[in-house]
């Protein structure tokens, strides 16, 4: 039963970002410091998780991912409601808050310094990328199931990106590990950069799938059966229920939201294969991804931190993934990481001596070529090192 208990936990975290957001104030920062504390520090201070349980009831698991549409409508509403200004009380929100807890929270949003704000668009935007789109990422998986494909393409309009959804599944899974990738990080890419890049190139690389998609079927480009045009009308939704809300402050609120989300994102793929290489045409290994084991992180990401796995099988659920505890291991759990990341000096020197052992020990003798080049290309002093070393012997 603790297995499925240990799920159950995920929105309950999350919805500390919710509190914050009701309470005003400096309560804004209380979700992100809630999600810091129990990821980095839950992390640090916790075994692996190895653990591979087998679960009869699947429909709970199942319940627990769908649960994540109507959780993510309700903390957006509630930045809608914050995003309100004087007597504005969106559906009543403050006024049920003050009747319930006694606390006047209109009051307080209304008195709340611009300096805190940032508080809760990084909280929530983490919450979009770790819960909104790591359940989509789940979901989006499960092409043949219309109820899936649904649920996530609408939690993917919480991130403004409709391409996810294609790219991701019929693009960066067949192309992961080679520079044909939007998603894939190179030696030396600066991490700031690259989500510029993969953003701009996934949107791309998604237009020419669905392109090829629509020629096949015989299907004009304007078409509602179109998943890139249909993806644009959800987001357009969403921002509309925003300004029709918050007026522009509102609209403002969900998107400066919704891109930190989508920006989460792309550094979450930056350090899933940062550095990696496969040679195109060959099988997709578990060596080709980051995996990371933490406990914290593998329960609070629906085991996402099995990277090497879910890379191996596409197609597996997240109950079914293995820990390979052998593959490549993130120097940390997932935030600590990004937090790294977000710091090039530091992650470049981090990353290197890791670099260089999976050259060593678990690439092939193709992929140890291509890495040799890289490592002279990559502009880190320890890698170029390394790579005039193996170039000499």
């Not at 991804?289 to 990277?307: D, E, M, Y």
Request: hydrophobic share 50%; glycine share 10%; with cysteine.
């Amino acid at each position: 039963m603790i297995h499925y208990l240990k799920h159950a936990a995920i929105p309950i975290v999350m919805l500390t970002v919710t509190v914050g957001m009701l309470l005003g104030g400096a309560w804004l920062w209380f979700g992100l410091s809630a999600l810091v504390v129990l990821l980095v520090g839950g992390d640090a201070i916790s075994p692996d998780d190895l653990s591979q349980p087998r679960y009869r009831h699947k429909w709970i698991l199942n319940m627990m991912l769908y649960l994540t549409v109507p959780l993510m409508f309700f903390q957006f509403l509630i930045l809608a409601w914050l995003s309100g200004q004087g007597a504005q009380d969106l559906l009543g929100i403050g006024a049920f808050v003050s009747g319930w807890l006694h606390y006047d929270a209109l009051a307080a949003r209304n008195a709340t310094a611009w300096y805190h704000f940032p508080g809760a668009f990084v909280g929530l935007g983490l919450v979009t990328a770790g819960y909104a789109t790591n359940v989509a990422h789940e979901l989006t998986h499960r092409t043949g199931d219309p109820a899936a494909m649904l649920a996530g393409r609408w939690l993917l309009g919480f991130s403004l990106n409709p391409d996810f959804a294609i790219e991701h599944v019929y693009g960066h899974h067949e192309k992961v590990g080679t520079w044909k990738d939007p998603a894939q990080a190179r030696r030396g890419d600066n991490v700031y950069w690259f989500i510029v890049r993969s953003t701009v190139l996934g949107h791309i690389s998604a237009w020419k799938i669905e392109m090829e998609r629509l020629r096949r079927k015989r299907i004009g480009v304007l078409s509602v059966r179109n998943r890139m045009l249909t993806g644009y009308g959800i987001c357009a939704v969403y921002i509309g229920a925003f300004a029709f809300a918050g007026g522009a402050v509102g609209a403002l609120f969900f998107v400066v939201t919704a891109l930190l989300g989508k920006a989460v994102l792309e550094i979450v793929n930056y350090i899933e294969h940062y550095g990696l290489i496969r040679i195109e045409g060959q099988p997709v290994q578990p060596r080709h991804s980051w995996n990371t084991n933490r406990l914290a992180s593998s329960i609070l990401l629906f085991s996402l931190t099995r990277h090497s796995a879910h890379h191996e099988k596409g197609d597996l659920p997240f109950w079914e993934l293995k820990p390979y505890p052998e593959a490549p291991e993130m120097p940390f759990g997932y935030l600590s990481t990004i937090g790294i990341a977000l710091l090039p000096p530091l992650w470049h020197r981090l990353m290197a001596p890791v670099l260089a052992n999976w050259d060593a020990n678990q690439a092939s003798p193709q992929e140890r070529e291509v890495a040799r080049e890289e490592n002279l290309r990559s502009g880190i002093p320890a890698l170029r090192t390394a790579g005039q070393s193996v170039a000499a012997a």
